[in-house]
């Protein structure tokens, strides 16, 4: 059974840093391209950052580039995203993803397997 499990959301002031962890089951972790989206109220999901299996692919959307880094332990089966300088704009909910390719891509649909999301929330 796959599982992505989220954790390390919580409540931060702007400016203050958070670091998201994706445990990840139940599938060939080191293979998969491992990517983090957010979704805010009333907002569609979006892309922040991806890293492919080995890790020599990383590709973060713009809102987050120089702030945010994403990382991976394949033997710990294990995703991170470490966010820094965080704004009131980056309060969502945030998902990890997995899919199944050794390429890169920012589209949700191209992602199979998706956790359950953790919320952060950045206060002004």
């Known amino acids: 059974q796959v599982q992505l499990v989220e954790s390390g959301g919580g409540l931060v002031q702007a400016g203050g840093s958070l670091r998201l962890s994706c445990a990840a089951s139940g599938f060939t972790f080191s293979t998969y391209t491992m990517g983090w989206f957010r979704q805010a109220p009333g907002k569609e999901r979006e892309f922040v950052a991806l890293?492919?299996?080995?890790?020599?692919?990383?590709n973060y959307a713009d809102s987050v580039e120089g702030r945010f880094t994403i990382s991976r332990d394949n033997a710990k089966n294990t995703v991170y995203l470490q966010m820094n300088s965080l704004k009131p704009e980056d309060t969502a909910v945030y998902y990890c993803?997995?899919?199944?390719?050794?390429?890169?891509?920012?589209?949700?649909?191209?992602?199979?397997?998706w956790g359950q999301g953790t919320p952060v929330t950045v206060s002004s």
């Open positions: 890293i492919t299996w080995s890790g020599s692919n990383i």
């Open positions: 993803a997995a899919r199944s390719s050794s390429s890169w891509n920012r589209g949700t649909d191209h992602y199979a397997y």
